[in-house]
């Protein structure tokens, strides 16, 4: 099997247009080295840019690793609609550090969104390694909801939630971190907290947690743009220092993190890429 090969794509979710895609890719080296919380740069055509997506699964005996795509702008919507048999430009990786695995306890992972695809390998290993997994996913609504099932197999408790209420509980995720904090359901010890999704969520979890001493991680892979710490669009100021998510990342303490500027930061680009992808559709 030729690397950088469309093995397998199947649409998770749809709704309004928006698609969340999986594909299975072959590339035997990087099945072999990636792990959980690293990613990789892929490129769908020669002209076209890199784009940062998660490891979110491997098979080293079959030689290929699992990505999942949330279609936002042209080049994702590319992406998102290749078929078994095509085959990407190319792909470099594994990039970025990967999370620290060992048994801390009881661990809370926070996804939201496409972030839940991100916390799923974190989950997996996170169990391997003898942890109690209590994972918190939520979704705009129930068509765009993805990994449920996996999760569950990999967790010790799995709340799901939505902001229309359409699937679970409706709110949002940060609504239960709110009742694991306080003990709400019932009085438990979290040793470490790890969220991933849109960065307002994040930066909310950064608020909840603050003075309870519990460490929480956050993962900002969507700020990266061009992966290898060259553009500097990716910088993030961590404990009054600035840092490169792609390089010193993805994955900070969130209480050491300046939010305000991040969240500025990320919406620098917003007009322009809107514009970009109308031009070209």
Not at 58 to 66: D, L, Q
Not at 69 to 76: A, D, H, K, R
Not at 204 to 212: A, M
Request: proline fraction near 3%; charged fraction near 25%.
């Amino acid at each position: 099997m030729s690397n950088m090969l469309i093995v397998e794509t199947k649409v998770l979710a749809s709704f309004q247009g928006a698609r969340i895609v999986r594909l299975e890719i072959a590339s035997s080296e990087i099945s072999k080295k990636a792990r959980p919380g690293q990613f990789i740069l892929v490129m769908v055509s020669k002209e076209g840019e890199r784009i940062p997506l998660t490891v979110v699964d491997r098979n080293e005996e079959m030689g290929t690793i699992t990505l999942i795509v949330q279609e936002v702008g042209f080049t994702t919507r590319l992406l998102g609609r290749l078929k078994a048999g095509d085959s990407l430009y190319s792909i470099v990786g594994p990039l970025g550090h990967s999370t620290d695995i060992k048994n801390f306890g009881t661990v809370v992972l926070i996804g939201g969104g496409v972030g839940i695809a991100e916390i799923y390998p974190v989950a997996k290993a996170l169990k391997e390694a003898g942890n109690r997994v209590i994972s918190v996913i939520g979704s705009r609504t129930k068509d765009l909801l993805i990994l449920e099932e996996e999760l569950k197999a990999v967790s010790g408790g799995l709340y799901v939630l939505t902001d229309d209420g359409s699937y679970g509980r409706k709110g949002f995720t940060t609504d239960v971190l709110k009742d694991l904090l306080r003990g709400k359901d019932k009085p438990e010890k979290i040793d470490l907290i790890y969220a991933v999704g849109p960065i307002p969520m994040m930066k909310y979890v950064s608020e909840i947690v603050k003075g309870s001493g519990v460490r929480t991680l956050v993962s900002l892979n969507s700020l990266m743009v061009d992966g290898t710490g060259m553009c500097g669009g990716c910088r993030v100021i961590v404990g009054g220092q600035t840092k490169f998510t792609c390089v010193d990342g993805p994955e900070f303490d969130a209480g050491l993190i300046d939010w305000d500027a991040l969240m500025k930061r990320s919406r620098v680009y917003a007009r322009q890429e809107e514009h970009i992808c109308k031009l070209r559709t």
